[in-house]
């Protein structure tokens, strides 16, 4: 596959099932270069679901151990994120779960790969990815999972803080909803800890009620 550098460089052929317009989009995420991120990233990471999904989880990018393993929230986000699924009686394997951001953003503290936030115009160019899972799998529910997640699904206009727990309609007709990113409970601690966790628990299950 030749590489990517702009949008128009990729296109879908007609026809296609949303399974195999899902493993062509991760082939194209994989040559991408549309911005600078892959030059220090192992692989892009692709979303990963069935390809019916009704529901479908955004994140802010690829983790450490997401970016090794090829695979989104595997790394210690992923375990919370599983754990408040368990909790409420959800099914992650029936949610497809991907990432505003396909490339693991980092900088090097010793032997270590810590997490840089995306920039607006790294969330803007990979949106043109995020944008095409979602045509492919048609979800009734969004769910934005924290501030670059809520940009990439819902314009700049959108505030976790503010707007968490709240529906609102997207220009292809499915609803979205966000909270916080899991990777946040990761940098609370104390009684303040379990506080927000169980908020997060909270902001799932009425996002996910009846689904």
Sequence with gaps: MAILTDAEEFTLPA??????????????????????????????????????????????QPGDQEDLQGK??????????????????????KVFVTNAVKHFKWEARGKRRLHKTPSAGEIT??????DRELAAIKPDLVIALGATAARAVLGTAARVTRDRGKLFDTADGAKATLTVHPSFLLRV???????????????????LSGR
């Design 125 to 130: 160019a990979c949106r043109f990815w995020l």
């Design 15 to 60: 026809g296609l099932s949303a399974r195999k317009q899902l493993d062509a989009l991760a082939g194209g995420e994989e040559v991408c270069r549309r911005c600078p991120l892959y030059r220090n990233a192992t692989q892009a990471v692709p979303g990963e679901g069935p390809a019916n999904a009704r529901v479908v989880m955004v994140g802010e």
């Design 72 to 93: 989104p929230f595997v790394g210690p986000a992923g375990r919370i994120l599983d754990k408040a699924l368990v909790e409420i009686g959800a099914d992650r394997g």
């Design 189 to 207: 601690h104390g009684e303040d800890k379990e506080h927000e966790y169980a908020a997060f628990v909270r902001d799932l299950k009425g996002a």
